[in-house]
């Protein structure tokens, strides 16, 4: 587009505006920009933002604690409200079969059973009530809508029972005939409405430990076998002392009644079956299957058979019930177990997640009183030494040379800043003013020496005396020692060597990245280079279980160059073939002469590298981040530093990789490295 306070020239043939322009105008924006990602800024904004992360994770773990423990102390409060409501639904049936033989009874009913049925109704609804109250508190696990379905049914069976209160008391012949339908309607109404939220309990409720929500559903399994049980014995019972024939309509639902118990009882085994708390439950569940699934199903059917003969049954009818009885005791025995286990796991979940949210309000109070600390410091150690510096460095810059550098005194990296800062004064001062760029670059490079120098000495020489020292106490040499100390001298022997390589390579890289490294050229075989690093080598292949072999084109000629830094850099090369190279694999070297050009390959089977990452491998004190190089320690100066020697050399290492199929690196030395094969003489070809 064209700007608008640009005119465009009849002749011109862009419309773009002219480059000064564009420059004038972002100049501010990249002066903004500049200024914006300055360490007096980005260094505390970056401190406040790690703490703040930290407290963040912290307070998503409290957080997380604290929903753990209210999940389960609700588990805990689900579970007491499922035990009042299996009592209201055991009572309401209890209650329901005591009215309905009363009901059928010609005379009136006597006081005692009055009573009776008065306080299964009283323990029904006060376990109902009981258990509507607490759930009314936790509108997740029961709905208004359901709670209040469940209160309207009990309201209507409230009214019949109070009908059939007066009419208990009545002759059988003056009571209403559709009383104890529409009774009995009215409680399988209310039984079915507590059934759902007993199930919505069971099933719904979210818990933290899969064992708890295991127990739940074994609890309601159970439950339903229970009251499958129930109403299989009331049917059985009342078609018995009817005494009339069965029917094959009948036949079919007592049929039907025995398989749906018998298929949820195996629901329930299989559930219980793998819990680590099972044999708790043995006793409980033998005894159901001993009494129920046992030889009862055998007399049932003897009585069914009977029955439906019309001939007279032989078992006796009281026999069966108290069996059946004992069954159904011993299922509200595995129930209770489930609900008593199920509400141990969700108190200890709860306790445990009580210690969670405590220890993460203490680390809260850590990572608060430590970021505290970590900005002050920032604030006042670096960001402020670090502006003050800067401007005695623009002050000195502008030629107050007599200016006086702050925090010279402090031993740590600003003062060492510092005095590089006086450095640059001084070296100033005995300058020309016209020299100042000039000599500040040689007082830095000059820094930068001495302290590669001092580096190498404070490094070296306490290594040094730690590996000698480690030795002798690893040997022995001063008398005997038990196992584990030389087991540590040991360990302190190969890290020292360990640390003082590392230093090397990091001095090494160093001085080729300052252009100050030198080598010593002597005309060198390479063949017995290549076999001298492989011989280093070989031990690390036999352990790691890798084939290495070596193939030498013939007449190779020698090279000018630096025996120890070519054998580095092929060391370096064999030895990371060797780390990425899974067990089983192999490593080849050859060495071949293309077209004057030496090459040395190195060959492996190992996890490779895509093209990507490749890059990233050559950068110093980088590694690529995979599951199996992250098994290896290093500083990752290895293939950086043989690309400076190979380079050095004038040659170049190519790289050729693919993931899961293995590297090949090459190192092509250049021909004016070669030295030409000796010719023969002319006395020596005709002789």
């Not at 006793?283 to 007399?299: H, N, S, T």
């Not at 006042?380 to 925090?407: C, D, W």
């Amino acid at each position: 587009m064209i700007h608008p306070s640009a005119e465009p020239d009849a002749n011109e043939t862009s419309p773009d505006p002219p480059r000064s322009l564009w420059r004038d105008r972002a100049a501010p924006l990249a002066q903004l920009f500049t200024r914006s990602w300055s360490i007096g800024i980005v260094l505390p904004a970056m401190t406040c933002l790690l703490v703040a992360g930290l407290l963040g994770d912290v307070a998503m773990r409290a957080q997380q604690a604290w929903q753990t423990r209210q999940e389960s102390q609700q588990i805990s409060s689900n579970v007491t409200a499922l035990r009042q409501l299996f009592d209201a639904v055991t009572n309401f049936r209890l209650e329901r079969g005591a009215m309905n033989f009363a009901l059928v009874a010609s005379a009136p009913v006597s006081g005692s059973t009055q009573a009776q049925i008065a306080a299964l109704r009283m323990k029904s609804r006060a376990s109902l009530k009981s258990a509507l109250a607490m759930l009314g508190r936790d509108e997740t696990q029961a709905s208004a809508a359901q709670t209040g379905s469940i209160r309207q049914h009990l309201l209507a069976l409230d009214v019949l029972t109070a009908q059939a209160d007066i009419a208990l008391r009545q002759p059988g012949e003056a009571r209403p005939g559709a009383l104890r339908t529409r009774l009995a309607s009215a409680s399988d109404d209310l039984t079915q409405s507590v059934d759902g939220l007993i199930y919505r309990l069971a099933n719904s409720t979210r818990s933290p430990d899969a064992v708890v929500a295991i127990l739940l559903r074994v609890a309601h399994n159970v439950w339903l076998v229970r009251s499958t049980v129930g109403n299989d014995r009331f049917l059985f019972t009342s078609a018995v002392r009817s005494g009339e024939p069965l029917a094959q309509e009948k036949l079919r639902a007592f049929g039907a009644l025995a398989e749906q118990i018998k298929g949820r009882w195996a629901l329930v085994q299989e559930d219980i079956r793998p819990l680590t708390a099972a044999p708790q439950f043995r006793k409980a569940i033998e005894g159901v299957e001993r009494d129920y699934f046992a030889d009862l199903p055998a007399k049932r059917q003897r009585i069914t058979d009977g029955l439906a003969a019309g001939t007279p049954i032989a078992e006796s009818l009281a026999e069966w019930r108290a069996q059946s009885a004992r069954a159904q005791a011993n299922m509200v025995s595995v129930m209770n177990i489930a609900l008593d286990l199920a509400d141990d796991e969700a108190g200890n979940a709860s306790a445990e997640a009580g210690k969670d949210f405590v220890l993460a309000l203490m680390l809260m109070g850590v990572v608060s009183g430590i970021g505290t600390f970590t900005v002050f410091y920032v604030f006042q150690k670096i960001v402020h030494p670090i502006r003050k510096i800067t401007g005695a460095m623009l002050s000195v810059a502008n030629g107050e040379l007599n200016y006086e550098v702050p925090f010279e005194s402090r031993s740590d990296e600003i003062g060492l800043l510092a005095r590089s800062l006086r450095v640059f004064r001084d070296n100033a001062v005995e300058t020309q003013q016209l020299h100042i760029a000039k000599a500040s670059a040689e007082a830095a490079n000059r820094t930068k020496s001495d302290f590669l120098a001092n580096m190498s000495h404070e490094l070296r020489t306490p290594l040094n005396a730690i590996l000698g020292y480690s030795e002798i106490i690893k040997n022995a040499m001063f008398g005997p020692l038990s196992e584990r100390y030389r087991a540590y001298s040991s360990d302190i022997f190969n890290s020292g060597t360990h640390l003082l390589n590392l230093i090397n390579e990091v001095l090494d890289l160093s001085k080729l990245e300052a252009g100050q490294f030198e080598l010593y050229e002597e005309d060198v075989d390479p063949a017995e280079i290549v076999r001298a690093a492989m011989q280093l080598v070989e031990p690390l292949a036999e352990k790691a279980k890798l084939g290495l072999s070596l193939a030498l084109a013939g007449s190779l000629p020698h090279l000018r160059a630096d025996e120890r830094r070519l054998k580095q850099v092929l060391i370096n090369l064999l030895s990371n073939a060797v780390k990425f190279t899974p067990e089983g694999g192999s490593v080849r070297v050859s060495v071949t002469l293309e077209t004057d050009s030496l090459v040395i390959e190195v060959r492996d089977t190992g996890i490779g590298m895509s093209p990507d990452q490749i890059p990233k491998a050559l950068q110093a004190f980088r590694q690529i981040d995979s599951k199996i190089s992250r098994k290896h320690v290093g500083t990752g100066l290895g293939l950086p530093l043989a690309k400076h020697l190979v380079e050095l050399h004038g040659g170049m290492l190519v790289f050729d990789s693919k993931v899961n199929f293995g590297t090949t690196v090459r190192v092509v030395l250049p021909p004016e490295r070669t030295l030409p094969r000796e010719i023969p003489s002319a006395s020596t070809a005709t002789g």
